[in-house]
């Protein structure tokens, strides 16, 4: 099955100028693309996402869990470019 894109998401991703679509590695949700071109797969399909986790939990568990998540990948997500920087971006914004 694949991964439901959110309304949040796409409005992330159009931010940064790159479009989103359910991801072909089944390990991962989203392939990000920038001019028609795949620059990334994020997201481990395994795991929750701030969306997701506030449409099943709620804000304050999601509030919470994009705090950790933030400071777990401190060192990558800076990154312009890098699979952690669009999964921040993307996923986690």
Do not use: C
């Not at 028609?36 to 929750?48: F, P, R």
Request: net charge positive; proline share 2%.
């Amino acid at each position: 099955m694949s991964y439901e894109i959110k309304p949040r998401q796409k409005a992330n991703a159009k931010k940064l100028g790159v479009e989103i679509k359910p991801s072909t590695n089944k390990k991962k949700k989203l392939d990000v693309f920038q001019n028609g071109k795949k620059i990334s797969s994020i997201g481990g399909a395994g795991y929750g996402d701030y969306a997701t986790f506030i449409k099943e939990k709620g804000k304050e568990f999601a509030d919470k869990r994009r705090r950790l998540y933030k400071i777990r990948h401190e060192k990558t997500r800076k990154k312009i470019g890098s699979n952690s920087y669009y999964a921040d971006k993307i996923l986690w914004d």
